[in-house]
């Protein structure tokens, strides 16, 4: 039976190095704002702190980053995730906690 991307995931996530386990939250959640931009993940800006609006993503693929967040890490966000935390190195702090925290 194959694993789903989901299940492959949070499987990695669990069985990482606890110090690990932020970059691979980090790694994916590029994966998901480039899928969403519909381009190469190698295509995204690697400078901290570019926000995801200036990425390029408006209100719709905010709440579709949200839903596939929270499917792929089997956790809830809020409504206004990619607002309330519109960085990737704050949105992997936020996911830290979250995700990483009960594990």
């Known amino acids: ?6 299940e492959d995931t949070q ?3 669990k069985q990482a190095a606890v110090q ?11 994966s998901q704002v480039a ?3 519909g381009i190469n993940v190698a295509e995204l800006p690697n400078e901290e702190g570019i926000g ?4 390029g993503l408006d209100s719709l693929t905010s709440i579709e980053l949200r ?9 809830s966000l809020p409504v206004t995730f990619a607002f309330d935390y519109p ?3 704050i949105a992997v702090k936020y996911l ?3 995700v990483l925290a009960p594990m």
Not at 52 to 55: G, H, K, Q, S, Y
């Open 1 to 6: 039976m194959a694993v789903s991307h989901t």
């Open 11 to 13: 499987r990695k996530l």
């Open 20 to 30: 690990d386990r932020p970059k691979l939250l980090e790694v994916h959640l590029r």
């Open 35 to 37: 899928q969403l931009l």
């Open 52 to 55: 995801f609006v200036t990425l």
């Open 67 to 75: 839903n596939s967040l929270q499917r792929t890490l089997d956790c």
């Open 87 to 89: 960085t990737i190195e």
């Open 96 to 98: 830290t906690q979250v």
